[in-house]
């Protein structure tokens, strides 16, 4: 582990890129053994950009891994109900074994209706409700993407959680509350202590201050500053957020949670944004269609 000024870099980008050597292992044997390729489908509602950034990110680490997929794009104004039958569609097609709904969806769509629609052993993201309870009962079906991908992170760098304080920022469905349910479970990539804080937490930055690990997750670009870590603790910056920026080729940049030089120097360790916690959501999402495609070849 680094320490103070010099920390590890927890990389995302070269760690994601060497577990898709296993994947494609995987899914080259599950090709095999089905017939057919392991099959994951993407619902795109809208012309959101950041949105159809992530899913093509998504479509693309499936096709280096051997794994068939597609997106569905409707269009922002799709009726909810037709949205609905689109997914009914996916699932009943035996060819895709998981599929996600891009989030955010359109004002007008309830996305509650939505996760519930999913039929929940296709649900690769683990948002439908019976997925979230079997991961608060310890027997989860599939890992949360995001937080599933950072355990896998924790992991691939040797980083200990049992025992150890972590704080999570953010209770959100996607991130910061499961991710509170792994890390406070029973078992390895769990067995830590979890304060959770939300927007209504008072004294913050004492509660960020106690953190062995920090994991930010509350879209708000460079929230997190130095003097809100303690030396030597773990930073995670789950949070990305697209800020305009004439310089920049594409006319935004990526920021994260975190202020990243300011902070690197007092952390063990830290990811960046981008290329820290995004392609590890990704290798958690290829790995539950995995995960989904060989329970459906032992229905064979
Ligand atoms: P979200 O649904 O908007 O939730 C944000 C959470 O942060 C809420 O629980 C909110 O509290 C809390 N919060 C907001 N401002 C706060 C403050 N000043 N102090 C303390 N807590 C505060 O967001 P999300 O979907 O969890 O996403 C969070 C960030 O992660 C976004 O930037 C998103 O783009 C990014 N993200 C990245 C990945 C990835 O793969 N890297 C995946 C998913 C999301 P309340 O509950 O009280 O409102």
Do not use: W
């Not at 296993?22 to 099959?39: C, E």
């Not at 025992?163 to 509350?177: C, T």
């Not at 349910?181 to 990539?189: D, M, N, T």
């Not at 927007?199 to 460079?222: C, F, V, Y």
């Amino acid at each position: 582990m680094g320490n103070s000024k010099n920390p590890v870099l927890l990389d995302g980008k070269k760690t994601s890129d060497q577990l898709k050597a296993s994947i494609q292992i995987k899914a080259q044997t599950l090709t095999s053994l089905l017939g057919r390729p392991p099959g994951l489908a993407a619902v795109l509602v809208g012309n959101d950009g950041a949105s159809a950034t992530y899913v093509a990110a998504k479509m693309k680490a499936c096709a280096a891994c051997g794994i068939h997929s597609f997106t569905v794009h409707l269009p922002e104004d799709i009726a909810e109900e037709e949205l609905l039958q689109e997914i009914e569609k996916l699932n009943h097609q035996e060819h895709v074994d998981g599929f996600i709904v891009q989030l955010p969806l359109p004002k007008h769509i309830s996305v509650e209706r939505v996760t519930e629609a999913i039929r929940p052993e296709k649900d690769v993201d683990c948002f439908h409700p019976d997925n979230v309870g079997r991961l608060t009962l310890g027997r989860p079906r599939f890992l949360p993407a995001t937080p599933g991908g950072i355990i896998t992170l924790f992991n691939h760098y040797h980083i200990e959680t049992e025992g150890r304080h972590v704080v999570v920022l953010g209770r959100s469905h996607i991130v910061g509350l499961p991710m509170t349910l792994l890390l406070a479970a029973p078992g390895a990539g769990g067995n830590a202590t979890v304060t959770v804080c939300h927007s209504r937490t008072q004294n913050l930055e004492h509660h960020m201050q106690q953190a062995d690990i920090l994991i930010a997750a509350i879209g708000k670009p460079a929230f997190v500053q130095a003097h809100h870590v303690k030396p030597g603790a773990v930073v995670v910056d789950v949070g990305i957020t697209r800020v305009p920026d004439n310089t920049a080729p594409r006319g935004y940049r990526l920021l994260g949670d975190v202020d990243f030089p300011k902070v690197a120097p007092k952390c063990s360790a830290i990811t960046p944004v981008p290329g820290g916690v995004g392609p590890m959501t990704i290798i958690t999402l290829l790995s539950n269609t995995l995960e989904a495609a060989s329970r459906n070849m032992n229905r064979l």
